[in-house]
């Protein structure tokens, strides 16, 4: 079984280049601004429900930029 591993700095970076901030990413998954640096910075990973709607934001906002 192959584990896929999603690259959560350029997640969260793609989303700052588009003009949200960690606040506004924050509040679009529920988690504090500091959860999106921890992300961010390789400190700890997203459980999967969070990390899915961090995916789908991106899906949303990348797809509309």
């Keep these: 079984m192959s584990t896929v591993r999603i690259d959560w700095f350029r997640i969260i970076t793609d989303l700052q280049q ?38 789908e934001v991106h899906r949303s906002v990348i797809r509309s930029t």
């Design 18 to 55: 588009a003009g949200m901030t960690h606040g506004q990413q924050a509040k679009e998954v529920g988690v504090t601004r500091r959860t999106i640096t921890n992300w961010r910075n390789s400190i700890c990973e997203p459980p999967y429900s969070r990390g899915a709607a961090l995916l």
